[in-house]
Structures are given as structure tokens and as C-alpha cells.
């Protein structure tokens, strides 16, 4: 009690002092205006703390920042031994993979190679944080096959160790968590409650645990060198009205269950569960993982709803038509979608079919693996410095060249104009389906080779409605076609 006391008391005094050098070192004002708000504190001036990143340019700290001995964590089996139904739930998510997952490591190699190493340590604070703390990450492992790290440096995802070894952050971005294992000379776990007893390892109330500024260390990523704002879950979420009313990213990811959270604890009403579902259906599919792709998709369900804006009573054939549909972010505590830039994308595919079955229009078909050209699409597109879109190459990332993403709460009101052909059958069939996808198939093959995975397109919602043709007015001459 009291030695964890003097310890946190320690702690705090370094972090403070930290923050005094770091804001002392450097004069005011910032080479990067847009992103000020987002830098706690500013990168540039960070870097010239000395030892303040140990794992430069990741912001993971450890105690005295020394590199950690791998002995000092069990792997997550060992955990799940009483954790039963928690290591299960948690088996079932995208962060226990978020090392040997085939998209991120087909990326991480590439990043590597293109930087001469540079980004190592960056891209693998946050998908294996005890990896890169125990010193186990080079070059050589980060443009290694899976099979071959597996064989030759296991190390995890972001598993239990991971998580219930944070005693502290020290900002807001870029994985500045402090990573302190053995805190008190034995396996010390920091977890929500303050009555928890286990044979196996001493707990600790940990407050951040119960907060979304926990996630946000990894949950907001920035450029560690141009400072562009790759991505912002976090802020997006601190931003909404979600956060005012406290709903955490822990409400709406871990939503508590009635039972144990350890087989030899007592009976909880409320115990925080461990699925972490987001939205990854497609890749936890390619994994083998079905149960978790199905909490995606139910994830993403909720998240989302299409409307038609009022529709006219009647379509006049042989003219152009208009018609406005509406997105809504009704269950998401960020933007959406959120994450990963290059990838995540949601777009609405709308369809006009007349009585006979015949295709008057489409907007938001799939062409060349990629969403196709005007699709209606909510997406974050990344630039270089010409200002050049990246669909790969975020490393060369030095702004942000458009986001029309929903916010949390918010929605957004699109148009569609078709022309109805004068010999259309009525009645018409309108149907707007919201679909996404976590990256696009042309991504996938770039990465991974040409079909070697086939990327599942989930619906979010759809609408449909059907409208007479009007038959009051005179059907115009097949030339109106031409204008
Ligand atoms: C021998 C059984 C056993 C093993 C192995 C075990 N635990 Fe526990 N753990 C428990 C029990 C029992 C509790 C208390 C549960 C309760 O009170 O509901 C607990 C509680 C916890 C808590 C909650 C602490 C708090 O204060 O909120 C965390 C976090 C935790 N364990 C993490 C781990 C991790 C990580 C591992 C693997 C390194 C692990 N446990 C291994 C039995 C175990
Ligand atoms: C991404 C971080 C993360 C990972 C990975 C993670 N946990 Fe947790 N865990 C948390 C957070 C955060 C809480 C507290 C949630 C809350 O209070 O709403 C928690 C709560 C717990 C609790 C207490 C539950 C309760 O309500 O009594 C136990 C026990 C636990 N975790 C064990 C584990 C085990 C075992 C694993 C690995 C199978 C694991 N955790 C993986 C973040 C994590
Ligand atoms: C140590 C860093 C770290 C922490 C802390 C962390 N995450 Fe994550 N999280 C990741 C990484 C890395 C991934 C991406 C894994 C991948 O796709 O390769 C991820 C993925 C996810 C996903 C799945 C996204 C998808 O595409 O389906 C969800 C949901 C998620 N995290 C929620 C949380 C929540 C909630 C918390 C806090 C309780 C949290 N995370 C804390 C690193 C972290
Ligand atoms: C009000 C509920 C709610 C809150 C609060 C919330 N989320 Fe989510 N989150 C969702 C839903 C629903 C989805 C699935 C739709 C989507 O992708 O946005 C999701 C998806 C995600 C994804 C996957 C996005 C993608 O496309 O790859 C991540 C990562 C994530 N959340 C992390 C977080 C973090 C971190 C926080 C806290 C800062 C948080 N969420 C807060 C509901 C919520
Ligand atoms: C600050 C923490 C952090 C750092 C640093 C980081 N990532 Fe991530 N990464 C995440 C999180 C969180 C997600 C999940 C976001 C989501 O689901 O949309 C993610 C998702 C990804 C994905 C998508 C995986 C999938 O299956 O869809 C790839 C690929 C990826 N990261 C590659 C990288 C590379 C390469 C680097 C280094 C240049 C890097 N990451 C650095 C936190 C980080």
C-alpha cells in the first residue's frame, strides 16, 4: 500500500518534471499550427527530453525506461487458465491478432523497408507493446514472414499483459503508455476493481482502466515526424457529446456480462467483457475467427442508418430525377468510420430498378477491386507533401487532404440525378444500401498478392421504396435522353 504510494507519488514527480523540461526546452509556437491542439506535448519538443523516448519514436515508457526482461509476462493462455470466459471473448478480437495479422504485417514491411527502419519501433508499440519493450524488435523480425517471427521471436498482440501492466500515460497519442510489470517486485495486475483477490498475482485499483483516455494512448495515432493527424479515434470520441455524458470507449467495447471474472471469483452482477468488437468482420473471418466477425457485423449494424430524404409522389419517365438520402451515426462514439486511414471506407450503393427488372441506375459498385469513380463514400483521404493522395505509403503522410467521415450523433444528406428512360415500367424500385469495408480489395491484393484473401463488403442498413411513374404527363421524346 504504502510502497505503491511512494512509487505513484514518484512517478507523478517525473512526469511533472518531464513536462516542465520539455515545455521549458524549446520557445513558443509550433511548426505545425493545424495539429497543436492534438500534441501533448509537441513532438518536436518531446524529442529533446533526454531518455523521454526511450523507444524513440514510440512513446511507450517503462520504469527508469529500461528495456524489460520477457520473462516477467506470462503469455495470455496462462491468464485464461482462471480468466476463463475473459480470455475466451478476448481470443475473439482484432487486438489479440494485432501482430500476427497478415494485412498489418504485409504494411509494417513495407513501412520498414521504405524507411530504412526509421518507423520500427513506432508500428510496434502499439501492436506488440511488450514485443518492442523487451527489446525483442529489429528490422530483420519486422520484415520477417509470420511463420518465421512465430517460430523465431513469439511475441503477442495487445493481450492481457499488455493491458493490466499499464500503471500510467504520460500523453495522449502514439502509445505513451508506461509499461511497468513486477511493479511491486511480484506479478502486480492494475485493473478496475478495488476488492479483487487472486492467489496468483497482487491487484491494484487502477482508475485509468475505467477511463477512455486508457485506449486513447494507442487510439490516436500521429506522424512521429510530420505530425499529421493519422488517427484520431480518441479525440473524435473526447470531442462528442458521448464523452459528456460519459459513455466510454469501455461502455459501447466492453459491455459488462453477469457471471465470473476468474473461476474461483465470486458471482459479479457486472463483469467488463473482453470482446473488443469493432469492425473488422473481414479479417477476423480470414482468421477463422467467425464468432468475432459476427459481433463485428452486429457492430456495425448499429452503428449506422439510411433514409430516403421525402420522395416525389411520382417519377416522370423521360426526365432526370432527384433524390436525397440521409446517413446517420446513431450508435458510434466516434467518427465514422474511425482508424485506419488507408483503409476504412463506407459508401452507399443506390440502385434504380424499374418493373421488369431492369437496371435504370447505380451508384457505388465495385470496379477494379476499388469503390467505383463519384461513389458516395465517407472516407479519410491522406496526402504528401505535393499533395499527392496515399493509398499505401503513410509514412510520407504530411497532411490531410479531405474528411467528410460522420461524426458522432451526426449525418450527412446526399444527392442522386438519374434519368428515367422514356420506356421505363413502372413502378420503380429505389434501393440505398450502406456498405462497408475495413480496406479495399485493391489494397488487400497489392499487400497480400492478387486473391489470395477475398474482402467482405458488410451492409450497414438499406432502405427501399418503391414509386409510380407518373402517367399524367405526356411521356417525353426519346431525344430528351441526349442533354
Ligand atoms: C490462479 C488463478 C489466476 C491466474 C492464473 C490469473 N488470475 Fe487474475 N485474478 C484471479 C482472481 C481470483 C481474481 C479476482 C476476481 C474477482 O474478484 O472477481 C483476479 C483478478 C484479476 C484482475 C482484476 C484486478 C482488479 O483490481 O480489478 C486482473 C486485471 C487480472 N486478474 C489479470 C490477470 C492477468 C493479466 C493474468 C495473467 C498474467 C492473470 N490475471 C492470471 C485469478 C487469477
Ligand atoms: C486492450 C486492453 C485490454 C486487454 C487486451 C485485456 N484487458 Fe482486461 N480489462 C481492460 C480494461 C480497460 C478493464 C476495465 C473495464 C471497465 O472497468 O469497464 C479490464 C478488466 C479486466 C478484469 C476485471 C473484470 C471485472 O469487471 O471484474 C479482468 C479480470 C481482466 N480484465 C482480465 C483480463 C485478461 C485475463 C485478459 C487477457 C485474456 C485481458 N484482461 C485483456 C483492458 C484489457
Ligand atoms: C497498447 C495499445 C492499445 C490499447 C491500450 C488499446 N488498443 Fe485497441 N487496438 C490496438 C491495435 C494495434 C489494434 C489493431 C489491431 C489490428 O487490426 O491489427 C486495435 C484494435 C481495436 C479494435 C478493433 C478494431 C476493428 O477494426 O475491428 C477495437 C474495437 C479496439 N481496439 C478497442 C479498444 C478499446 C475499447 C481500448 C481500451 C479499453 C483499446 N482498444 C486499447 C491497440 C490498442
Ligand atoms: C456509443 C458507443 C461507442 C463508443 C463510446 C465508442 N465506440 Fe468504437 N465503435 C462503436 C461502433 C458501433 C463501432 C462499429 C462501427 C464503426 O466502425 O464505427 C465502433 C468501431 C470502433 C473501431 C473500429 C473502426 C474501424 O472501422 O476500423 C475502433 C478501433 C473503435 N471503435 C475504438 C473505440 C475507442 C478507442 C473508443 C473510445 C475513445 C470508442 N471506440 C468509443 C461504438 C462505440
Ligand atoms: C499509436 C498506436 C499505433 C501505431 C504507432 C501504429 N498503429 Fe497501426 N493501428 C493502430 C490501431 C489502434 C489500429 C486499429 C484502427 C482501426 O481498427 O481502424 C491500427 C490498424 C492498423 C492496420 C489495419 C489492420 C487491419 O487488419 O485492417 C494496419 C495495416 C496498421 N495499423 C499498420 C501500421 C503500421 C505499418 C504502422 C507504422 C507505420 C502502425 N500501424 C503504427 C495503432 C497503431
Not at 523540461?21 to 501533448?40: F, I, M, R
Not at 457485423?297 to 430516403?308: D, S, V, W
Amino acid at each position: 500500500m504504502n510502497r505503491s504510494f511512494v512509487r505513484r507519488l514518484l512517478c507523478f514527480l517525473a512526469c511533472l518534471l518531464t513536462v516542465t523540461l520539455v515545455t521549458a526546452d524549446e520557445p513558443q509556437g509550433n511548426d505545425n499550427q493545424s495539429n497543436d491542439k492534438w500534441l501533448e506535448p509537441a513532438r518536436s519538443r518531446l524529442m529533446h527530453v533526454i531518455g523521454g523516448m526511450p523507444f524513440f519514436p514510440h512513446r511507450a515508457n517503462t520504469p527508469g525506461n529500461l528495456v524489460l526482461n520477457a520473462k516477467d509476462f506470462d503469455s495470455a493462455q496462462v491468464c485464461g487458465a482462471c480468466h476463463t470466459e475473459i480470455y475466451k471473448q478476448w481470443r475473439t478480437s482484432m487486438m489479440s491478432q494485432a501482430w500476427d495479422e497478415p494485412i498489418y504485417r504485409a504494411l509494417l514491411k513495407r513501412a520498414s523497408t521504405a524507411t530504412e527502419g526509421t518507423v520500427d519501433n513506432f508500428c510496434t508499440g502499439c501492436h506488440t507493446p511488450i514485443g518492442l519493450t523487451t527489446g525483442q524488435i529489429n528490422s530483420q523480425v519486422n520484415r520477417s514472414s509470420i511463420e518465421d517471427s512465430a517460430k523465431n521471436h513469439p511475441m503477442p498482440g495487445v493481450d492481457c499483459e499488455t493491458c493490466h501492466n499499464i500503471s500510467a500515460r504520460t500523453g495522449l497519442d502514439n502509445g505513451a503508455y508506461v509499461l511497468s510489470p513486477r511493479a511491486h517486485g511480484k506479478p502486480t495486475k492494475f485493473g478496475p476493481r478495488k476488492d479483487a483477490v487472486s492467489p496468483y498475482h497482487d491487484t491494484v485499483y487502477s482508475a485509468l482502466h475505467t477511463r477512455s483516455d486508457f485506449c486513447g494512448t494507442c487510439h490516436n495515432v500521429t506522424h512521429p515526424f510530420s505530425s499529421v493527424a493519422v488517427e484520431r479515434t480518441y479525440d473524435e470520441w473526447q470531442e462528442s457529446a458521448y464523452s459528456f455524458n460519459n459513455v466510454t470507449c469501455q461502455s459501447c467495447h466492453m459491455p459488462s456480462f453477469a457471471g465470473k471474472a476468474a473461476i474461483m471469483g465470486p458471482d459479479r452482477e457486472e463483469v467488463a467483457s473482453h470482446w473488443f468488437s469493432g469492425a473488422n468482420a473481414m479479417m477476423l473471418k480470414h482468421l477463422g475467427q467467425e464468432v468475432g466477425a459476427q459481433r463485428a457485423r452486429e457492430m456495425l449494424a448499429r452503428a449506422a442508418e439510411i433514409q430516403f430524404q421525402p420522395l416525389p409522389a411520382a417519377i416522370i419517365p423521360g426526365q432526370y430525377t432527384s433524390v436525397a438520402v440521409k446517413v446517420s451515426n446513431v450508435g458510434a462514439g466516434h467518427k465514422l468510420p474511425t482508424g485506419f486511414p488507408e483503409g476504412r471506407e463506407m459508401w452507399i450503393d443506390f440502385r434504380v430498378l424499374d418493373a421488369s427488372g431492369r437496371e435504370l441506375y447505380r451508384l457505388g459498385s465495385i470496379k477494379d477491386g476499388k469503390t467505383e469513380k463519384n461513389t458516395r463514400n465517407f472516407k479519410v483521404h491522406i496526402g504528401d507533401k505535393d499533395g499527392n493522395p496515399l493509398d499505401v505509403e503513410v509514412w510520407n503522410a504530411t497532411q490531410i487532404l479531405s474528411d467528410n467521415r460522420i461524426l458522432p450523433k451526426g449525418y450527412d444528406i446526399g444527392e442522386f440525378s438519374f434519368l428515367v428512360p422514356a420506356d421505363a415500367v413502372g413502378p420503380l424500385t429505389l434501393t440505398a444500401e450502406l456498405n462497408y469495408w475495413p480496406f479495399s480489395q485493391k489494397l488487400a491484393d497489392y499487400l497480400l498478392g492478387k486473391n489470395q484473401v477475398q474482402v467482405e463488403i458488410t451492409q450497414m442498413a438499406k432502405v427501399t421504396q418503391s414509386i409510380p411513374l407518373s402517367t399524367s404527363l405526356p411521356a417525353a421524346g426519346p431525344d430528351t435522353a441526349h442533354f
